[in-house]
């Protein structure tokens, strides 16, 4: 890495400068048992099935119970989906799209139920489990009145214009194998499983283990918006179990997780020859230019490194200052971390809420203290706060990380972010892309610097002058990763199409033996004839 370790602001916070703790209605730490019941019952499970606790990351109390899948039982699903499949497919997109226009709808007259039961799982503030209410209306909106036109039928220049008539068709794969994680339990669910059932397809859902009920949730809001039963089946177990049989009976695999599971993930699949599509980690760069408006890009770094208690593929976890800004922007920066309002409340009156279980506040506490041993300094956060939770953590700004330092290369997924030096943008641009991954960057200067700026980032994503939220919802725009951060695309066209085979269907009105019928000889020469008449009129033509 180029980039020199900044030496400033040599002090941790003191008690009285950590973040404060905002004050919440009381909370149900379980959900309603009549509700409980109905979203339990959309889980594949045979009868007398062992019943699996839920905890809440927020005070560890039981949410609810779900039974357990079984190989048998995935099998069964997968039966069920490819029954549903072959009629949901006889359908044309347009009138798939129907039940689609439904569920943004569902979903905002349901928030309140929703929200409750995404913080419950996962932890997180109630304004960043907003983030995904809104992100899967927006997206069941987008796919439901532009993926018709996406799945239509396109034509093509044939070989002899005019006569040869070409048209790409796009078939479903049939049954796509989802394995969605915890971090952002609904909108990795519905910004999958909306594209893939318009596709054509059904789909076999294996939550993670700890978020399974915002899943179910989604099941019901897709069931009342008419969805035909069969289509979404879900199966709760763990991921070596349960997953690997998705694995083995699906025909496209679509998988959001770690680099190092995606990869025995896309190596399972190759070996049927299944396709797959798969958003890995990322060790995410942000850049602040020296003629940045400061103020914002404190704000915006901030939403786009601890939103969702920094569990985020997406989010921010190096920062890059340019030597002549850094000792201002630092100044405004972590002023503002520090006001950060930490809470566990079931309300809008928290900023930051829990890590989302005990093994990653473990594996957050051990890569902030292996930094500090290893000589880096704490800017702002760097302790747990049990006070609040039992999983809740300082949002924590680092300085001085060595290269030999966990969190200097690897991702910690976590409210963590190092911070460093660079005297150019060429600098900063060489730094951004010293790493394994490729997911998303963010670069505040002015517009057309920042522009300019983020064409040399090896990133599926950079957003300039704004946190990650504009390029994730901007879902006309295909969202992926390069280098170790996965393969293929989410959201746009390419997000419907890879849940796709497409087909070339030709058409022929005369057969070229007209030409042929004299010969080889005069067939070539004919055919050369036509090629030189294309290239000088440059009329159409492969």
Avoid at 111 to 138: M, P, T, V, W
Wanted: hydrophobic share 45%; charged share 20%.
């Amino acid at each position: 890495m180029t980039a020199d370790p900044l030496a400033l602001h040599e002090h941790p916070l003191d008690v009285e400068d950590r973040p404060v703790v905002a004050p919440g209605r009381p909370v149900p730490w379980a959900l309603d048992h009549k509700l409980a019941r109905k979203l339990a019952a959309y889980v594949v499970a045979s009868p007398g099935a062992e019943q699996v606790p839920i905890h809440t990351p927020l005070t560890g109390a039981v949410v609810a119970e779900l039974p357990r899948s079984t190989p048998a039982d995935v099998e069964r699903a997968f039966a069920i989906a490819r029954a549903a499949q072959k009629q949901w497919a006889k359908r044309s997109a347009r009138e798939r799209a129907k039940v689609f226009k439904r569920v943004a709808k569902i979903v905002l007259a349901r928030q309140d139920e929703g929200l409750d039961i995404i913080q419950l799982e996962n932890g997180k503030a109630r304004i960043h489990a907003f983030d995904e209410i809104s992100d899967a209306a927006i997206n069941a909106a987008w796919c439901a009145r532009k993926g018709p036109g996406i799945l239509g039928e396109s034509r093509h220049v044939g070989l002899v214009p005019i006569l040869t008539k070409v048209r790409e068709v796009h078939h479903p794969k049939g049954v796509v194998g989802m394995i969605s994680p915890w971090n952002y339990p609904l909108v990795l669910t519905i910004s999958d499983a909306v594209p893939a059932l318009l596709a054509g397809n059904a789909v076999v859902l294996k939550p993670d283990s700890q978020t399974p009920f915002t899943a179910l949730w989604a099941a019901d809001v897709l069931a009342e918006a008419g969805l035909p039963e069969g289509l979404f089946t879900i199966v709760y177990g763990q991921g070596r179990i349960v997953g690997t049989e998705i694995i083995n009976r699906a025909d496209h695999v679509c998988f959001t997780g770690s680099t190092a599971t995606g990869t025995r993930v896309a190596q399972q699949a190759a070996a049927r020859l299944v396709s797959s599509s798969l958003e890995l980690g990322g060790k995410n760069p942000v850049y602040v230019a020296d003629d940045a408006n400061l103020n914002r890009a404190a704000e915006g770094i901030i939403r786009d490194t601890f939103s969702n208690s920094g569990h985020a593929c997406v989010s921010m976890e190096r920062l890059y200052v340019h030597d002549k800004i850094a000792e201002k922007f630092l100044d405004t920066f972590l002023t503002k971390v520090k006001e950060m309002k930490l809470g566990s409340g079931l309300d809008y009156n928290s900023d930051f809420g829990s890590i989302a279980s005990q093994s990653q506040l473990d594996l957050v506490e051990a890569h902030v203290n292996d930094a500090i041993e290893k000589g880096a300094i704490v800017l702002a956060g760097g302790k747990a706060r049990p006070d609040i939770g039992p999983l809740f953590y300082e949002p924590t700004v680092l300085a001085n990380v060595p290269e030999t330092a966990t969190c200097f290369a690897e991702e910690t997924f976590g409210p963590v972010l190092s911070v460093y030096r660079v005297a150019s943008d060429q600098e900063a641009i060489d730094a951004c892309n010293d790493t394994d991954y490729g997911l998303n960057a963010s670069v505040w200067a002015t517009r057309r610097r920042g522009a300019r700026i983020a064409r040399g980032i090896e990133a599926g994503t950079v957003v300039v002058n704004e946190a990650y939220t504009v390029g994730w919802a901007s879902v006309a725009s295909p969202m992926g990763g390069r280098k170790q951060s996965g393969m293929g695309r989410r959201h746009g066209s390419a997000g419907i199409l890879r849940f796709t085979e497409s087909q070339s269907v030709a058409v022929q009105a005369v057969g070229l033996r007209v030409l042929l019928f004299r010969g080889g000889d005069f067939y070539s020469k004919a055919f050369t004839f036509l090629l030189r008449l294309s290239r000088a009129t440059r009329f159409p033509w492969p």
